[in-house]
């Protein structure tokens, strides 16, 4: 059976991703730091006939990752398909000139390092899949092509960053499939009722790299399902 983790799954995009992944025949990893929404959101997916398990991960602590690549260890032997989904925004109105380090330090430990933590710690089990596949779920704001417009500076270069990470792991894992995903804008907590996707819409591009991408398809950023420039 093909395995999925998905990271802060219990909730918006993370949670639709599990839920398309577990409808189409994964066994899906509802990571989560939140113990009753994370198990909430497994129990769901449970109700509907799929396979899930919470797994307890906040991605931004070091020793809570390793804990979890142990935990998921003793419930199955291999990783397909890691979503690097968990994300935050802590940036208030202000620009680049007035935000302070501890902002940046916060937002890039959880958005750009949690991704790479995370991944490391599950890099050997992703390795026993026939092929391996890491989403990381970025933003139109991390693109450096047109410019930066000044909104929300601490969460852009946090993506950019991110975009970065996949860059390097995608060359240094040349058996797996390494890609970002603009989910575009989506109605969630962080993207507020206004947004113009739904969570399906915003799930689709990552399920569809997840799950039916060609596995040659790698290192690159994409929205609906299309390469994007950096
Ligand atoms: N919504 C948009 O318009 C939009 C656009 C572009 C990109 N994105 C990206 O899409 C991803 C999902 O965003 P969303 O819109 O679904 O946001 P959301 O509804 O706010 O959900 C974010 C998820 O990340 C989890 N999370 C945050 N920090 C975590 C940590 N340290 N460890 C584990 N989980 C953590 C949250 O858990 P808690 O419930 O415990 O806080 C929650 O499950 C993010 O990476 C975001 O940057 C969203």
Known sequence: MKTALVTGANKGIGREVARQLAAKGFYVFVGARNRKAGGKAADEIGKHGGKAAFLELDVSDESSVTAA???????????????NNAGIIVDGDDGILKISDELLR???ETNTLGALRVTRAFASLLAKSKAPRVINVSSGGGQLTGGADGWAP???ISKTALNGVTSQLAAALPKFAVNSVCPGWVRTDMGGSNATRSVKEG???????????PQSLTGKFLRDRKEIPW
Do not use: N, P
């Not at 690549?69 to 979503?83: G, I, Q, T």
């Not at 799930?203 to 991408?213: C, K, R, S």
């Open 69 to 83: 690549s142990r935990e998921f260890s003793k419930l199955a032997d291999h990783l397909d398909v890691l979503v």
């Open 203 to 213: 799930a689709d591009t990552i399920v569809w790299l997840a799950a039916d991408a």
């Open 106 to 108: 916060e937002t890039l």
């Open 154 to 156: 601490g969460y852009c």
